[in-house]
């Protein structure tokens, strides 16, 4: 019987999907590579903490000013040109929205899939009727308990699904200050 083990979604987008299907002779190298993936996560961590809070705090007042741009323009001429470029103000503010949310998206993607582990590893333990195998399934399933993927930004924000939310939050609040301070509106 063959059993679906391990989903790694991409953290970044060079990373290919990994999917290794697993009988109970392969506990051990499914191990090792989620071993190798956590160690190599780590490793580059430090490193992509700093380059992704540079990024955040250059693109977020990117964002809310070129919306207030768009706005401004928009204001000041309401004719068919200010509308386009408000638009495209708009868009390309969304692009970088989207651009830097899906670290944050992949981190959540790659955590959940971690999760589907644990259960699988719960279920697999639940039907193992292999004494000699049960071992190797509970060692498995122990360090990815122990050793979970969960993203954080220096240890302060969570790196998930909660932090787009969070970055759109905090640029509508902003761009409302802006507006109401400048009078534009």
Same mark, same amino acid.
């Given at each position: ?12 987008? $060079? ?9 109970? =002779? %392969? ?11 956590a #160690? ?8 992509? %903490?700093?380059?992704?809070? +540079?990024?955040?705090?250059?693109? #977020? ?21 200010? #509308?386009?470029?408000?638009?495209? =103000? ?11 949310? $899906? ?8 955590? $959940? ?32 308990t122990g ?12 790196? %998930?699904? $909660? ?8 640029? #509508?609040?902003?761009?409302? +200050? +802006?507006?109401?301070?400048? =009078?534009?509106?």
């Amino acid at each position: 019987m063959r059993f679906t083990v391990f989903k790694v979604v991409p953290l970044d987008w $060079s990373l290919p999907v990994l999917i290794l299907n697993f009988n109970d =002779r %392969d506990a051990d190298y499914c191990l090792a590579i989620y071993k190798s993936i956590a #160690i190599a996560l780590e490793a580059a961590k430090k490193c992509f %903490d700093c380059l992704y809070v +540079i990024s955040l705090l250059i693109v #977020i007042p990117g964002l809310i000013v070129q919306v207030y741009l768009g706005l401004q323009k928009l204001k000041e001429e309401a004719d068919e040109d200010s #509308i386009n470029y408000f638009i495209l =103000r708009s868009l390309y503010a969304m692009e970088n929205f989207v651009i830097l949310s $899906s670290p944050a998206v992949s981190a959540g993607l790659v955590t $959940s899939a971690v999760e589907e582990l644990k259960l699988l590893l719960h279920e697999k333990l639940l039907r193992e009727r292999d004494k000699e195998h049960e071992p190797q399934v509970q060692t498995f399933l122990d360090y990815v308990t122990g050793r979970p993927m969960r993203f954080t930004l220096f240890k302060v924000v969570p790196l %998930d699904w $909660s932090l787009p939310v969070l970055i759109l939050n905090l640029c #509508i609040s902003y761009q409302i +200050i +802006i507006v109401q301070f400048t =009078r534009l509106y």
